[in-house]
């Protein structure tokens, strides 16, 4: 695209040309780039460093190796942050993904009202999540809450004490948080099963397919690339839970809910341990990455 | 689930004016009849399943705290008590809250969307060696959770000066890679043909970027002002962090702190939870179908 604005195809003109799109692409991007660079890249790559050493408020950074990761080991917070935060991703990832699924195949139809479902079902997404979290705090309440005197009135003696209780916390958390996000991934997957062909269901309708046939057949391998998308985005985004379980629990009972955001913010803000914070940063991205990577050849492998 | 059997019919691009419900085959079968029908019941039941949270919302936005959590749950008022929604504005500088939350949301959107779609042009219309490395930096760093570097992004306001200030968050929230990644992917469809032709005429890159990229690329950038608009209104973890002086409070951090000191006033919390979610609502009815395609054009490819 460039050769052809350089109507003479001598050296110097196309050196100079490129120069000024280099000129013309940097001036285009620097105004975002000066941000995003000082707010973004560098403190990507300090934490990265900062891992390494024994630095807070007070005292000047010094390299310590691998003690941050050694104190880390044996600090029990640590563990049980890491055990929450995968409870949480294993409920989180699973039933957010199904009901997506399951609600994008029913509403992708010309059907009276359809409209208003995705519209309905959309919303808690963009809802704030103090709001969120505030009112599924009430309706979690033990004794009158509505889910409660719901699960009673089906026949539930002793409903769980849910927000209150160190074992039925983190459910909580988990149905909250699926009611929240599974309208953003309902719209990846209806825009994924806009690219299904309708042949293909007339085609299996012909060959006598049951609906579950089709679904199974058809509409299941022709949505994998949303799949593929959907969980990387849903697990990252689990291990990333943060505002949810603090405004919700604050990590409580006990620490029943603290997850290892949590525990970040923690140690490096609230007690000014950046090295040690860190560590634990660290580690949460590397939780990610290995997930992501793991992901990508399982896709990899099915696509041959 | 009979009901599928009219799944072939849902492709799109049939003209949207056609009634919905209307069969476009002649002939139907009663047992697609009653599957629609099946279908109808248990979209509708689990609507409403998915609405409980909302309508609660509502109705005990207009109660005494005493009829909140009464058994069984009263789904409508006994007496609307609309004088909540007045006495809230003495309870709490909701004005204030308001008006932060506004600035901040304002500022930002208008921050990311400018400089955001103007890297996005540099990413995908003109080419430079190293674009493609620069590209990859800033898509790296989305798949980098926030909290891994948010204590060096801390230290770097405190030294700066700027913790407890909208200067902080304006800075943390304006250049976010998001946006670029969203513009670009936009850019991408738009033919490059156009923009050659352009450069024919003599018109220079940033001619091309106002003139021709950025009219064609409306829907991208309401999306993106949209998305934008509603992560800042929404944000929680930023304000938590940064503010801590009252008058500096967004509507989120004002409602929680409210939530925290007067745990029992049930009908205040909730009346205050509807007043933060309003603008929102409002904001999504307009333009919901910017944010839809914006979902799409980020999450596919």
Redesign the interface.
């Known amino acids: ?2 050769s ?2 350089a109507s003479a195809s001598a050296p110097r003109t196309r050196s100079r040309l ?1 120069r000024r ?2 000129l ?13 660079a ?7 790559v ?2 990265l460093a ?1 891992a390494f050493m024994k630095w807070n408020s007070y005292s000047t950074p010094e390299w310590v190796g691998l003690d941050n990761f050694r104190r880390m080991v044996d600090s029990e917070s640590f563990w049980t942050a890491l055990y929450n935060t995968i409870y949480y991703a294993a409920g989180h990832v699973p039933l957010t993904l199904v009901a997506a699924l399951g ?1 994008a195949v ?9 409209r ?2 995705r ?6 997404y ?7 979290a ?3 705090n ?2 979690f ?1 033990p ?4 889910v409660n ?1 719901f699960l009673r009135a089906v026949g539930v003696d002793s409903p769980p004490g849910w927000t209150t209780s160190t074992t039925w916390a983190m459910p909580a958390l988990i149905i909250t948080s699926v ?1 929240r996000d599974m309208g ?1 991934y309902m ?2 997957y209806l ?2 099963l ?1 690219t299904i062909p ?1 042949e293909l ?2 085609a299996a ?1 012909m060959d006598g397919a049951s ?2 046939q ?2 199974w057949h058809i509409t299941l391998p022709s949505l994998r ?2 799949t593929f ?1 959907v969980l990387i ?1 849903l697990t ?1 985004s689990s ?2 839970v ?2 949810l379980v ?2 919700m629990t604050e990590g409580g009972p006990g620490r029943s809910t603290l997850v ?2 949590q525990l ?2 923690r140690e ?2 609230e007690q000014g341990r ?1 090295g040690y ?2 560590a634990i ?2 580690v ?2 590397v939780i ?2 290995l997930i ?1 990577v793991v992901q990508f050849r399982i896709q990899q492998r099915k696509q041959r | ?2 009901a ?9 691009g ?1 003209p949207t004016g056609a009634a ?2 209307r069969p476009r085959t002649p002939r139907r079968r009663p047992s697609a009849v009653a599957g ?1 029908i099946a ?2 019941v ?2 509708t039941v ?2 409403l399943a ?5 309508l ?2 509502v109705t ?1 936005s207009l109660k005494l705290d005493s009829q ?6 009263q789904w409508i008022p006994e007496e609307f008590h609309w004088d909540n929604y007045t006495r809230i504005w003495e309870r709490i500088p909701l004005v204030t809250y308001l008006k932060n939350s506004l600035f901040l949301s304002v500022v930002i959107t208008a921050l990311q969307v ?3 779609s ?2 996005a ?3 995908a219309k ?4 190293g ?1 493609d490395a ?1 590209f990859v ?2 898509i790296a ?1 989305i ?14 306001m405190e030294r700066a000066g700027l913790v407890n200030t909208h200067l902080s968050l304006i ?2 929230q ?4 998001f ?2 990644f969203l513009m670009r992917q936009y850019y991408l469809t738009i033919p ?1 043909e156009l ?2 032709a352009a ?2 005429d003599g018109l220079s ?1 940033y001619g091309i ?1 106002a003139r021709i990229v950025l009219p064609l690329s409306k829907p991208a950038l309401a999306s993106l002002a949209l998305l934008t608009f ?1 992560n800042t ?2 944000d ?2 930023g304000p ?2 940064y503010l801590t002086s009252n008058d500096l409070w967004t ?2 951090i004002g ?2 702190s409210f ?1 925290g000191v007067y745990d029992a006033e ?1 009908a205040m ?2 009346t205050g ?2 007043l ?2 309003l603008p ?2 409002t904001v ?1 009815l307009i333009g ?1 179908r910017y ?2 395609q914006g ?2 054009t980020s ?2 490819k």
């Open positions: 695209m460039v052809t604005t490129r799109n280099t013309a692409g940097w001036s285009f991007i620097l105004p975002n780039f000066i941000g995003f000082a707010l973004t890249l560098v403190p990507v300090a934490s900062l609600f029913l509403l992708n139809r010309k059907l009276r009202g359809v208003f479902f519209t309905a079902l959309f919303f808690p963009i809802t704030s999540l103090v709001a969120v505030v009112v599924w009430m309706l309440s004794d009158a809450g509505p005197q009611w953003y719209v990846l825009a994924g806009q309708g269901y007339e309708k609906p579950w089709r679904f690339p949303t998308f985005m990252i291990f990333k943060f505002d603090q405004v290892l955001s970040i913010f490096g803000i950046f914070s860190s940063a660290m949460l991205f990610v990455l992501t | 689930m009979t599928t059997a009219t799944t072939p019919q849902r492709r799109d049939a919905p419900g629609r279908l109808h248990l979209l689990l609507g998915v609405m409980v949270p909302f609660w919302m005990s909140v959590f009464t058994i069984p749950i400018l400089t955001g103007f890297a042009y540099g990413f003109v080419r430079f060696p674009r620069l930096a800033y760093t798949a980098v959770p926030w909290q891994a570097y948010m204590v060096p992004q801390y230290i770097i800075l943390l304006a250049f976010g890679a946006g670029v490059d923009c050659e450069r024919v890159e970027w509603v209104w929404n929680y973890m938590f962090i509507v989120q409602l929680r939530v049930y919390i909730m939870s509807v933060s979610v929102i609502l999504f919901q944010f839809v979902i799409a999450g596919l």
